[in-house]
């Protein structure tokens, strides 16, 4: 195995959702070793709050050794900038990131590592001029697409992109 990718769904989806699904496909293929971990009981409160317990459950099921890169969509995207902080990791990729979250006291923080984002043009829950700022500042790849926060349109496409950014790494 080449490492790990921790692939973290959204706030109102599940471990098997569709394009944390299109990312465990490209990992399979690429020989990069997965784990997707269930968010549902820590979200079910919808406490903005919970999200440390959410960060806390991704690096529990980060390997303590070896490569790591933190994958999400959404909320998932937004605990995998602050997983990496915690936990040396070789890369994000970002789907529909939030940059700030209501109620919850931090912006988004991530690790100084190779950056890729898909996020949509129309997206209704994150404004698409955060997602520019963020990878602007960072000197990220950004992908904007024609479509809304969930990406329905582009599953196919993010998981390219993604074969791409794992690829990059080597």
Do not use: N
């Amino acid at each position: 195995m080449k490492g790990t990718v921790i692939l973290s769904h959204g706030l109102e989806s599940g471990p098997q959702a569709t394009k944390v699904s299109a990312l465990a496909e490209v990992c399979d293929a690429l020989g990069w070793a997965h784990v997707r971990p269930d968010y549902r009981d820590i979200d079910a409160p919808r406490d903005p709050l919970a999200i440390d317990a959410r960060i806390a459950l991704a690096l529990e099921h980060a390997p303590p050794h070896g490569r790591v890169v933190f994958a999400g969509s959404s909320m998932g995207a937004f605990i995998s900038g602050f997983a990496s902080i915690r936990r040396a990791c070789e890369g994000l990729f970002l789907l529909a990131l939030p940059t700030a979250i209501p109620g919850y006291p931090h912006g988004f923080a991530a690790a100084d590592v190779p950056t890729a984002l898909v996020h949509g043009w129309s997206d209704e829950l994150c404004p698409v001029d955060a997602a520019i700022d963020f990878a602007r500042e960072r000197g990220a790849t950004l992908h904007l697409v024609r479509d809304d926060h969930r990406l329905g349109a582009h599953v196919a496409y993010c998981a390219a992109m993604f074969q791409r950014f794992l690829a990059d790494l080597g």
